[in-house]
């Protein structure tokens, strides 16, 4: 390594003249040296620390501050959203579930989880905790609500679609036609036997009609029994799924066979007097889960409320019944 030469300039001479400074004295210059410019440089990182905002800084300040009011307008945004989930909610547990008789969806299902708070310790360190956590919660609990929603939709299309079916199925118009319930002859319950006379429990209703009159099917179906029945004589037995069954009696002619898929309305016979019977009548059965049930509650497809309470009173008529 080549050895420094040190000049200094002599305003006398006008001229730089070469020294030979001590070691020592070179160490003190060049400390002095050091010293003075760490001095500066501190000074001056100081004044720029606490004086001037520098670029990058001011840059990420103002980010910041977008952020929190984006933070904002999502929590705002958020609160509407919940409160529309809310009233999505009310409306499955107060009406379509009601409707499609589904338990309504407690509470604590749809906002399971969302009271816990060791989920956002993370977030408790941010600098605007507060906001951010209020927003997350917020956000949570309706991907949770909308969750539960989603399930309890696909739950409720499902049971509409059984329902529909169900309502085809289930009996629910009268067998014969009987526009001003003329045909009413005798209903379900306790009544005088007509041959016997003696009380015995009838279970079904008589529909008094000439021989010949169109039997229809009450619901969709399949026919189970077609042929001769001991004290039925002619007589139908239908299928209609769900629990129910329905039988058709005393008819002069069959007009199905067993195993006939059956739509509600669709002729299976005419009226008659066979078998065990006074005269041309139709006598006719719903049965529900083994059990003779009365058919008077069957009829909701084709009589009104006053239609319902006329037939009431006459098929409660003792005298009329014709087995
Ligand atoms: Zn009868």
Redesign the pocket.
């Known amino acids: 390594m080549r050895k420094k030469i040190f000049y200094v300039y002599n305003p006398h001479t006008l001229s730089y003249e070469r020294v030979f400074p001590s070691l020592r004295k070179r160490i003190f210059t060049a400390l002095r040296h050091l010293i003075l410019g760490f001095t500066l440089g501190i000074l001056f990182f100081f004044v720029f620390y606490y004086f001037v905002d520098p670029p990058r800084e001011r840059l990420l300040k103002q980010e910041n501050d977008k952020i929190e009011a984006q933070y904002k307008i999502l929590s705002k945004r958020l609160d509407q959203l919940l409160k529309v989930m809310a009233d999505i909610q009310q409306r499955d547990d107060n009406l379509y579930r009601v409707i499609l008789q589904a338990d309504p969806i407690d509470a604590s299902v749809r906002n399971a989880g969302i009271g816990n708070m060791t989920r956002y310790t993370e977030l408790m360190k941010l600098n605007d905790a507060d906001l951010v956590v209020s927003t997350t919660r917020k956000l949570d609990q309706l991907a949770r609500q909308v969750y539960v929603q989603s399930n309890s939709l696909d739950e409720l299309v499902k049971l509409g679609q059984t329902q529909e079916d169900r309502l085809k199925c289930i009996p629910a118009i009268q067998p014969v036609s009987n526009k001003d319930l003329k045909r009413t002859a ?1 209903g379900y319950g306790l009544r005088i036997d007509p041959i016997y006379k003696t009380r015995k429990f ?5 529909f008094a009609a000439e021989t010949g009159t169109p039997v229809y099917a009450t619901g969709n179906g399949k026919v189970a029994e077609a042929g001769w029945k001991q004290g039925y004589g002619n007589s139908v037995l239908i299928n209609h799924g769900y629990g129910y069954q329905t039988r058709y ?2 008819m002069s002619k069959i007009l199905v066979r067993p195993g006939q898929e059956i739509k509600r309305g669709e002729e299976i016979g005419l009226v008659g007097s066979t078998g065990k019977s006074t005269g041309p ?1 139709l ?2 059965e719903v049965i529900y889960k083994g059990k003779h049930d009365n058919p008077i509650n069957y009829y909701f497809f084709d009589l009104s409320p006053e239609d319902y309470d006329r037939m009431v009173q006459i098929a409660s008529n003792q005298g009329m ?3």
């Open positions: 005798s009838h279970e079904g209703m008589d009696a005393h009548h006598h006719y019944v014709m087995d």
